[in-house]
Each structure stands twice: as structure tokens, then as C-alpha cells.
């Protein structure tokens, strides 16, 4: 099927996208990964269902992870996008790891992050990790790393001050 692809293309004179290349059932895999994680995961109830789903098309999802309904997470490359344990993803939020000219870049949500309802977060051209026990403020847009235990709001989102119990480290030292 893909030489059919990269004929096509080349009678309309026009280079063949980078997915000439791949077998028919890597193409309809990627259909189906889309319709699933697009439609049904967002929209299911249960949060240890919805995570198994999200593992099931590829997303590394540690332990004790919470995400929210309407989340959509970038099914590009999903292997890209690591959730680490006991992370909170509220409501709404939304992961973006590829775009014009740039590769596919990782997301990373470090152990213990708190994201509230409705954060963007765009990996850009070099990827985004959002710190341990790090709290990223609703309607927040995250286009640069956030470091561990910090409180960061605003589009784009700026820190803040650090978390209350990095503040209680910082005392008790």
C-alpha cells in the first residue's frame, strides 16, 4: 500500500508525507489509537479504567494517578508523554508534544505533580517535565520545564513561590 502512497504523490509532483513509508496496519492502528483516545477515554466515568486505556494505547502511566474527564493527551507518539505516581491532572488539560518544525518532544510529570483544571501544556522543541510535588495553577500554559515543589500560574506560566512544604524544608534546614 505505501508504494501506492508515494506514487500518488509523485504524480502530483509533491514529496510523500513521512507515513508513505509505513504498513497499511500501522496506519489503521493509528486510526484506531486516535478514535479511542479522541472519543471513549476522555469520556469514561472510571478513573482506573480511563488510565488503563491510556496505557493501553501507549501512555506511561505510573501508580496512583489521577486524570481528570476531557483530557486529551497527544497520541502522536505516546510513549512520549510520562505521567510519573501519585501525579493529579484535573479537568480539561490538554498535552501537546509535536507541531510544525519540531520533532516529537517527551512530557513529563514528575511524582506528586499537581495540575489544575484546564493547563495547556506544549512540549516545544525541547521537551517539558513539570517537577516533584510541582502545582501548575488552573488555565495555566506550560511551555518551559517547571522545577520540583514550585507553584506556577499565568499564560505562559511563570513560577510563582515554592510549594508550602518546600517552604517547611527550607525553614526546618
Known amino acids: 500500500m505505501s508504494w501506492v502512497l508515494r506514487a500518488y504523490y509523485r504524480l502530483r509532483g509533491k514529496p510523500a ?3 508513505a513509508g509505513q504498513p497499511l496496519w500501522l496506519l489503521a492502528w493509528k486510526m484506531i489509537r486516535k478514535s479511542i483516545n479522541v472519543t471513549i477515554v476522555p469520556n ?11 496505557r493501553m ?4 502511566i505510573g ?7 476531557r483530557c486529551y493527551l497527544d497520541d502522536v507518539d505516546p510513549g512520549k508523554t510520562v505521567i ?3 501525579a493529579v491532572i484535573s479537568y480539561g488539560c490538554y498535552f501537546a508534544c509535536h507541531g510544525k518544525g519540531q520533532a516529537h518532544t517527551t512530557i513529563r510529570i514528575k511524582r506528586g505533580a499537581y495540575l489544575g483544571m ?13 517537577g516533584e510535588e510541582a502545582v ?13 515543589r514550585c507553584v506556577a500560574v499565568g499564560v505562559p506560566a511563570r ?7 518546600a517552604e517547611r524544608e527550607a525553614t526546618q534546614e
Open 44 to 54: 469514561v466515568p472510571c478513573t482506573c479504567l480511563r488510565n488503563g486505556l491510556y
Open 159 to 165: 513560577i510563582v513561590r515554592r510549594t508550602r512544604e
Open 17 to 19: 508525507p513521512y507515513y
Open 63 to 69: 501508580k496512583n494517578v489521577f486524570i481528570g474527564m
Open 84 to 86: 510519573e505516581d501519585n
Open 118 to 130: 484546564r493547563v495547556n501544556v506544549v512540549s516545544g522543541k525541547e521537551g517539558v517535565e513539570i
Open 57 to 60: 494505547i501507549g501512555f506511561r
Open 136 to 148: 501548575v495553577g488552573a488555565g495555566a500554559l506550560v511551555n518551559r520545564s517547571i522545577p520540583d
